[in-house]
């Protein structure tokens, strides 16, 4: 499977404080992507970052990249109760996407 | 710019029925994917359509799941017949162009919630 993985599997934080999400893949990527889930919803996707970019920022969202490692981070700064959702990093293998089992976070007010 | 468009929400059958899901892209959007999501667990890829040519279809159970794209806009998802393993969210998504090194956005429907009894 050239699933990877994330971690941690749940995280669990209050109002204001960060969330940092990890994800780490097996293969050589093009781009990593962000996307977020609401319980019951489709995917929204909230960032790209390049193969050959090391960091990117979206509004309160921070993404890394570290190829050497193979492994990506995302971080939520100054969260909300909105924010309370499943992210999911997904890297392309191919022509496709393969997206890894996600970190569920819920962010208490 | 309405979103993609997947129906039914919701369904409950028993083992070994038919079902069949529906899934109108964004306009204009070339590629097409069907994802089955398990509960607790990130999508898995079953097709990709580019227009209405198949793309990869190396995950589609193909003893069971058939999936075409008429036209190449609109595309149903069938599984005949149903297995308990098939309960999860079928999720459609379109994307502008194809995979690859500039691998696109992807546009998520809300998806299908099949529940098999």
């Known amino acids: 499977s050239q699933q990877g993985e994330e971690d941690p599997q749940a995280l669990s934080i209050q109002e204001g404080e960060n969330a940092t999400m990890n994800c780490s893949y097996k293969t050589s990527i093009n781009n990593l992507q962000w996307y977020r889930q609401n319980s019951g919803r489709g995917l929204v996707h909230l960032i790209l970052i390049r193969s050959n970019e090391r960091e990117k920022h979206s509004g309160r969202l921070r993404v890394t990249l570290d190829t050497s490692k193979k492994s990506s981070s995302l971080l939520i700064t100054a969260s909300r109760a909105a924010d309370t959702a499943s992210y999911f990093c997904?890297?392309?293998?191919?022509?496709?996407?393969?997206f890894g089992p996600g970190t569920r976070l819920s962010v208490l007010p | 710019e309405a979103g993609v468009a997947q129906s039914p929400r919701y369904k409950i059958i028993e083992k070994r029925q038919s079902v069949a899901f529906w899934c109108n892209p964004i306009?204009?959007?070339?590629?097409l994917y069907w994802y089955q999501q398990i509960l607790g667990q990130g999508p898995k890829l079953l097709i990709q359509?580019?227009?209405?040519?198949?793309?990869?279809d190396s995950q589609l159970p193909k003893d069971r799941f058939s999936a075409e794209r008429l036209k190449g806009v609109d595309s149903t998802l069938k599984i005949q017949p149903a297995k308990l393993e098939d309960s999860a969210v079928y999720l459609c998504?379109?994307?502008?162009?194809?995979?690859?090194?500039?691998?696109?956005?992807?546009?998520f429907g809300p998806g299908t919630r099949l529940t098999v009894l």
């Open positions: 359509f580019q227009n209405n040519g198949v793309v990869d």
């Open positions: 306009s204009g959007h070339a590629t």
């Open positions: 997904a890297h392309n293998y191919g022509q496709n996407f393969v």
């Open positions: 998504a379109s994307s502008l162009a194809r995979g690859g090194a500039k691998t696109p956005m992807q546009y």
